[in-house]
């Protein structure tokens, strides 16, 4: 190829489309894949940074002094041979029921709901980030499925919740509201708001009921009203 680019004193592109061969094909250089070497600077950068994952490990091992053209995948799999891989730490994240506030009855257990605004549930789930976790709190009208309300915060408080149920209340006013026994649907303040409107309370007498598990807002995505 480069012989035809001199005698043809034309430019790499016109040589390349002659014969029908990529620009990139032209320029591409061959990568050394010399396995043992690349083991050896990722076993030295697992040590150095012990709680760095495959995607870590990979940008360092493109940077210098490496500059190792590799991704993750084989990032993945060489780590996996070495045992350098570290298990996936799963958050959980629990409302406690362990609260001075009223107990409420389930409402909802026997209900046929067969109207929109006849009965509200919330709940309450995480999203990972980069750097952490935001918490989610969600109001779902049972009978449309559609989201009500929401909110998204840093902190598992009543806020969270209370902030979700002011913006479902602008919307409309349901006849009955279901959650769990968590502090955060149980706080006085919370449950005066409800009360503000002459909302009947509903809640789980058992974390596992099948009901709010079948009607929870997690299960449903967020359509729009």
Same mark, same amino acid.
């Given at each position: 190829?480069?012989?035809?680019?001199?005698?043809?004193?034309?430019?790499?592109?016109?040589?390349?489309?002659?014969?029908?061969?990529?620009?990139?094909?032209?320029?591409?250089?061959?990568?050394?894949?010399d396995?043992?070497?690349?083991g050896?600077?990722?076993?030295?950068?697992?040590?150095?940074?012990?709680?760095y994952?495959?995607?870590?490990?990979?940008?360092? =091992?493109r940077?210098?002094?490496?500059?190792?053209?590799?991704?993750?995948?084989?990032?993945?799999?060489?780590?996996?041979?070495k045992? =350098?891989l570290?298990?996936?730490?799963?958050?959980?994240f629990?409302?406690t029921?362990?609260?001075?506030?009223?107990?409420?009855?389930?409402?909802?257990?026997?209900?046929?709901?067969?109207?929109?605004?006849?009965?509200?549930?919330?709940?309450?789930?995480?999203?990972?980030?980069?750097?952490?976790?935001?918490?989610l709190?969600?109001?779902?009208?049972?009978f449309?499925?559609?989201?009500?309300?929401?909110?998204l915060?840093?902190n598992?408080d009543?806020?969270?919740? =209370?902030?979700?149920?002011r913006?479902?209340l602008?919307?409309?006013?349901?006849e009955?509201?279901?959650?769990?026994?968590?502090?955060?649907?149980?706080?006085?303040?919370?449950?005066?708001?409800?009360?503000?409107?002459?909302?009947?309370?509903?809640k789980?007498?058992?974390?596992?009921?099948?009901?709010?598990?079948?009607?929870s807002p997690?299960?449903?995505?967020?359509?729009?009203?």
């Open positions: 190829m480069k012989d035809l680019v001199a005698a043809e004193n034309c430019s790499t592109k016109a040589a390349c489309n002659s014969v029908g061969m990529a620009c990139s094909s032209y320029y591409y250089q061959s990568w050394p894949r396995e043992s070497q690349i050896a600077d990722l076993e030295k950068l697992a040590g150095q940074y012990p709680k994952g495959t995607r870590r490990i990979m940008h360092q =091992l940077r210098a002094p490496y500059f190792y053209r590799i991704n993750r995948k084989r990032v993945q799999r060489m780590m996996r041979e045992m =350098l570290h298990p996936v730490k799963r958050a959980r629990r409302t029921s362990q609260h001075p506030y009223p107990r409420y009855p389930n409402l909802m257990q026997n209900m046929e709901v067969i109207r929109p605004e006849q009965a509200w549930v919330s709940d309450i789930t995480h999203i990972r980030l980069g750097l952490g976790f935001v918490f709190a969600m109001i779902m009208d049972v449309t499925r559609a989201i009500r309300g929401w909110n915060s840093r598992l009543v806020d969270l919740t =209370l902030t979700a149920l913006n479902a602008s919307l409309c006013i349901p009955n509201h279901h959650s769990d026994q968590g502090i955060q649907y149980a706080a006085q303040a919370y449950t005066d708001l409800l009360k503000k409107y002459s909302i009947q309370i509903s789980v007498v058992s974390f596992f009921e099948p009901w709010l598990r079948k009607a997690k299960k449903t995505g967020m359509p729009n009203d």
